[in-house]
């Protein structure tokens, strides 16, 4: 009888020392509350946690990946387009990850969604599609100082996919070609601009200088008859003639 009466308080006091008794991994800590009142944080290994006195919350202090679902966003130009992206967090502090916020998961989730519409609403859609790293760091530096007092460090932000409809992917399509057509006409355009102005300064050579017009003639000759047996009849320049007329005129 007495080592039954001595037995059920060692029962007791062995299952009330195995439910004090947690073990926390490297990556994990426990924020303890004491009859409702924040303790501290402890953690990692072997802890001490009073069952009905204490209690305790475990925030896993890795790099945790978010999915922000597809958002509805009107770009600056007024093109209504869905946007989707994905954040990288973690938790620095467990404290006023649990104390100052119900849920920062949660939290950070409705945040990010809020933040990336009004971020890629002040931009045109060209700037959303070729700017896209701009963009990221913009949303990852506002989320990041929102989610500071909740003890939450945003490591990065990632915009996976900017979607249209088929209507303005086909808009998009025929203003792209039209501005390769546009970049053709310039560079044809620039080239005919190069090509009179070298056109130019060769003329302006030829006229100061007849004895090059006539080699220029000459030589014009030669490529034209090249191997050729046929006849070709061309008209002389009466400026090659006149060198010859003015020395017939000296000696007479």
Do not use: C
């Amino acid at each position: 009888m007495l080592l039954n009466l001595l037995a059920t308080p060692l029962i007791l006091l062995l299952a009330l020392l195995v439910a004090s008794v947690k073990i926390l991994r490297e990556y994990t800590r426990g924020v303890v509350f004491t009859l409702g009142r924040f303790s501290g944080v402890k953690g990692p290994g072997l802890i001490f946690v009073i069952p009905g006195i204490q209690s305790m919350v475990k925030v896993d202090l890795r790099v945790q990946v978010m999915d922000v679902p597809s958002q509805d966003v009107i770009s600056r130009d007024n093109v209504s387009v869905k946007v989707n992206a994905v954040v990288y967090f973690r938790v620095i502090d467990p404290e006023k990850a649990i104390i100052q916020v119900e849920e920062y998961r949660v939290a950070t989730s409705q945040l990010a969604q809020t933040t990336l519409r009004s971020v890629l609403g002040q931009h045109e859609l060209d700037e959303m599609l070729a700017e896209r790293d701009k963009l990221n760091d913009d949303v990852r530096r506002i989320l990041d100082a929102q989610t500071d007092a909740w003890g939450i460090k945003v490591a990065n932000v990632e915009i996976k996919h900017v979607d249209l409809d088929e209507s303005m992917i086909r808009a998009i399509a025929r203003q792209a070609e039209a501005e390769r057509a546009r970049r053709a006409k310039v560079i044809h355009a620039e080239g005919e601009q190069q090509a009179a102005e070298k056109l130019m300064q060769a003329a302006g050579i030829l006229a100061r200088q007849p004895q090059a017009l006539q080699l220029r003639f000459l030589e014009t000759l030669t490529a034209v008859a090249g191997d050729r047996t046929s006849t070709i009849v061309f008209p002389l320049p009466i400026d090659l003639l006149e060198p010859l007329l003015k020395a017939r005129e000296t000696k007479d």
